[in-house]
């Protein structure tokens, strides 16, 4: 089946910028999302890109989209402790059928 | 943005009883729900897309006499896991669709003891 993979971890120091990588294998993925699960919590999107675009920025958040590599970053600026979570990248063609990658466990150490 | 709920948050029961959860969109309609299963440390598995006044359709390999979804009005579908067993035990997360957007509500998690 279609794959959505990310790396697990990623730590920074506070006031770093963090980027974490996602990759996709569907070529026909409409959106792409981000999103954000603090602990016992669900889901808060935090940001989502269309296919057609190559970049959104949205306050702290940047998004990059490589199409051609099937390759999504986002980038968060000054990340500060509040912003360690677990963040997920999903792909869906049409906002039904959403496939996530399994999360990167972000850690922002003062 | 859109707000989703879920009730309970939490809640623990006996292997063989049976547990309902509700998902509420609370400040909009929304005509289709889903319902996610997230094990520790791990994605979230989509186990049905549910619409409102039809049936769900289910994802291959989830026990649709299981897991009874029931999508009754516009704001509210409810996943009823039959005679639980401790297998069963997870975080279970719903979403309702709002356009462009799917708003997930807070998760509950199910312990069946």
């Known amino acids: 089946g279609e794959d959505v993979e990310q790396s697990l971890f990623l730590s920074v120091r506070e006031g770093d910028s963090s980027v974490i990588n996602c990759t996709y294998t569907d070529s026909s993925s409409t959106y792409l999302y981000w999103y954000k699960q603090e602990p016992g919590a669900g889901l808060q999107l935090l940001t989502y890109i269309f296919s057609n675009m190559d970049m959104k920025q949205d306050q702290r958040l940047t998004v990059l989209l490589n199409k051609k590599d099937k390759h999504l970053s986002l980038r968060i600026a000054d990340t500060q402790t509040g912003d360690s979570a677990i963040y997920f990248c999903?792909?869906?063609?049409?906002?039904?059928?959403?496939?996530f990658g399994a999360g990167t466990r972000l850690t922002v150490k003062p | 943005g859109a707000v989703v709920s879920q009730h309970p948050s939490w809640v623990i029961c006996k292997s063989g009883t049976s547990v309902k959860i509700e998902c509420r969109s609370l400040d909009f309609q929304a005509t289709t729900m889903f319902w996610y299963r997230q094990f520790p440390k791990q994605s979230l598995m989509l186990m049905a897309t549910?619409?409102?006044?039809?049936?769900?359709?289910?994802e291959q390999g989830v026990e649709k006499d299981k897991f009874l979804i029931n999508h009754a009005s516009l704001t509210l579908s409810t996943l009823t896991v039959t005679s639980a067993h401790p297998e069963d035990s997870s975080f279970y997360i719903c979403s309702a669709r709002e356009v462009y957007e799917q708003f997930f509500g807070p998760g509950t998690r199910l312990t069946v003891l």
């Open positions: 999903a792909e869906s063609k049409n906002n039904n059928d959403m496939r």
């Open positions: 549910s619409n409102e006044g039809s049936k769900a359709t289910y």
